[in-house]
């Protein structure tokens, strides 16, 4: 089991920064492959990144790829996503996830049984 809980949401203008953060609790954070999914309203909630556990290897959303950036720091056990030249339409609420037992990085929503409670993030033109 682990527990997951977002931070670093808030409002800033296009072209600007914001740096999420994941903190997990429990144990073997390690093990797990770790994503962010958001979700805007009114839409299904979207792939955004992911790392696997094994190598640290990424992978991004067609949306986000070249702008945001996924890491992990596991003696702190945190994931975090960089957000650079934030766009509107990068408006959304910011999900963490976790799941284990993946070899390969998954994109699918239904493959992560560990959620946080969503961070918002809101782009001003």
């Known amino acids: 089991q682990v527990q997951l809980l977002e931070s670093g949401g808030g409002l800033v203008q296009a072209g600007g920064s914001l740096r999420l953060s994941c903190a997990a609790s429990g144990r073997s954070f390690s093990s797990y492959n770790m994503a962010w999914f958001r979700q805007a309203p009114g839409k299904e909630r979207e792939f955004v990144a992911a790392m696997r556990w094994s190598d640290g290897s990424t992978y991004y959303g067609d949306s986000v790829r070249g702008r945001f950036t996924i890491s992990r720091d596991n003696a702190k056990n945190t994931v975090y996503l960089q957000m650079n030249s934030l766009k509107p339409e990068d408006t959304a609420v910011y999900f963490c996830?976790?799941?284990?037992?993946?070899?390969?990085?998954?994109?699918?929503?239904?493959?992560?049984?560990?959620w946080g409670q969503g961070t918002q993030v809101t782009v001003s033109s």
């Open positions: 996830a976790a799941t284990i037992g993946y070899s390969s990085i998954v994109v699918d929503t239904l493959a992560y049984p560990y």
